[in-house]
């Protein structure tokens, strides 16, 4: 399973675009790279994954350069409610596991 | 998209006892997962349920002390036995639909508290 490294925390005010890289180094041809959002005391929820090139959906946008070693989570415009634990997962169809996930503090 | 259900939601335990948490699933999946979250931590993973057959259990984590069982496609159970205070922890089911890779859905988790 290819492991990732990420920000441990980041904070940013409201109303920017917010940036979460994450390094995999050893991702493998068929594995994709998936993004998750936790809040406190509810499970992980599902934000976007992608394999290549860039993903946009109506919540965030992710961007993966050609080697795939890394990937970068984009939010437009946090507000206070993004504040939240971001975890970036490398995986296919198999058992996927978490790595250290990334706090995001939005500031008023 | 899949709606996971778990029972209980929360729950406060002696030493020494067992408890058992239901994952009820509201679509067929193809695969099902338990993980386990300390406070302020990630999520570890536990193990695989296999649909009837055992789990497939991740190093640190043993039959004996995290029985699984899943009689089906939709419904896994995830049991605690003879708890201690180091046990205290979240416990979240997951499942992955088929056809979506890396996507998975969880539930909202069963806090369990060891006295």
Known sequence: LAKTTQPISMDSYEGQEVNITCSHNNIATNDYITWYQQFPSQGPRFIIQGYKTKVTNEVASLFIPADRKSSTLSLPRVSLSDTAVYYCLVGGYQKVTFGTGTKLQVIP | ?115
């Open chain 2, 1 to 115: 998209s899949a709606v996971i259900s778990q029972k209980p939601s929360r729950d406060i335990c002696q030493r020494g006892t067992s408890l058992t948490i239901q994952c009820q699933v509201d679509s067929q999946v193809t695969m099902m997962f338990w993980y386990r979250q300390q406070p302020g931590q990630s999520l570890t993973l536990i193990a695989t349920a296999n649909q009837g057959s055992e789990a497939t259990y991740e190093s640190g984590f043993v039959i004996d002390k995290f029985p699984i069982s899943r009689p089906n496609l939709t419904f896994s159970t995830l049991t605690v036995s003879n708890m201690s205070p180091e046990d205290s922890s979240i416990y979240l089911c997951s499942a992955r639909l088929a056809g979506a890779p890396g996507e998975l859905f969880f539930g909202e988790g069963s806090r369990l508290t060891v006295l």
